[in-house]
């Protein structure tokens, strides 16, 4: 899933009826999440559904140039809607919960993925 420099809007998913909070990628984790993104494998088999109530995981807006672009992160899954990636470390999911700011990673600590 190769990108173009720029930046991400992350927003967790975790709120039904109210504003998910978001933050932005730029810089060293800009970069740590290309690489990461290059390094995940294709997956073979189809995204699960994470419907429910909950944490149901991160959606990354890509800021560019071109046409938007958006990624659903859900622990080894990594998807567009088109094609679906494989992280088998959680390398992805973590650097995102990493990058959260502090208030919030406390607000949602009990349904964050450990």
Known sequence: ???TPGSAEVV????????NPSWQLSGAD???LLRLLD????????SEDVGGLGFRGFE????TAGAPR???VNGQ???DGARRLFDRSRSIEQLLVATMPANVRRDLADVLPR
Do not use: H, I
């Open 1 to 3: 899933m190769q990108q």
């Open 12 to 19: 967790a998913d975790v709120y039904s009826g109210r504003p």
């Open 30 to 32: 800009f970069t740590a």
């Open 39 to 46: 390094l995940a494998e294709e997956a073979n088999t189809a």
């Open 60 to 63: 990354v807006k890509f800021v």
């Open 70 to 72: 958006r990624l659903y």
């Open 77 to 79: 899954s990594v998807s």
